[in-house]
C-alpha cells in the first residue's frame, strides 16, 4: 500500500483561540460547530469527553452532496498547542478509496486576530496507487469549506464564543 501526505495552510481572520473553541467538542461545546457551520453541518454527537479516544458524528447538511456523515476518532488533543488529531472511521470525499485517513489540525496565531491553519491529511490506499490530484483537492477543499464558513460565522459574530 502506497501511503500519501497532503499538506495545506489557510490564513484566517480569526484568533487561533477562537478558532480552537468552536472546533474543540470537550465540554458539552458540541453544539458550536453546527451552529458556525449552519447549513453545512445539521448535527455534531460525541461519544466521550472530547479528548484522545472520543469518537465524533458529524451529520452534514443535504447542502454537501455525497458526504452525509463523518465519523472520527480523536487521536491526540493539545490545546496548549491546538493541535487536533483525528482517525476517519467512516464517511469523507474520497473514503471509498482509502483503508485509512488520519487528520491533523493546527492553528497558529498570526497576529492580532489572525491566525494560520495547518492541515495535514495521511492516508493509505486501498488499491496501493497515489491518490489522483483532483481526489486530493476534494479531500482538503472539504475541510477548507468547513474552516472557511467557521471564520465566516466568526467574523460576523466575534463576540458569540469570546
Known sequence: MVAGVITEEYALAVSAELLWKVMSFGDGKSTLL????????????????????????????????????????????????????????????????????????????????????KVTVEYERLDGAPLAAEDQAKLTQGYLALIKKMEAYLVAHPEEFA
Open 34 to 117: 453546527p451552529k458556525a457551520c449552519e447549513g453545512l453541518i445539521d448535527a455534531v454527537e460525541v461519544e466521550g469527553d472530547g479528548g484522545a479516544g472520543s469518537v465524533t458524528t458529524i451529520k452534514f447538511n443535504a447542502a454537501m452532496g455525497e458526504a452525509t456523515v463523518m465519523k472520527t476518532r480523536v487521536v491526540a488533543l493539545d490545546a496548549a498547542t491546538r493541535v487536533m488529531r483525528s482517525e476517519v472511521l467512516e464517511g469523507g470525499k474520497v473514503r471509498a478509496q482509502l483503508k485509512s485517513q488520519v487528520l491533523e489540525m493546527k492553528m497558529e496565531d498570526a497576529g492580532e486576530g489572525a491566525c494560520v491553519v
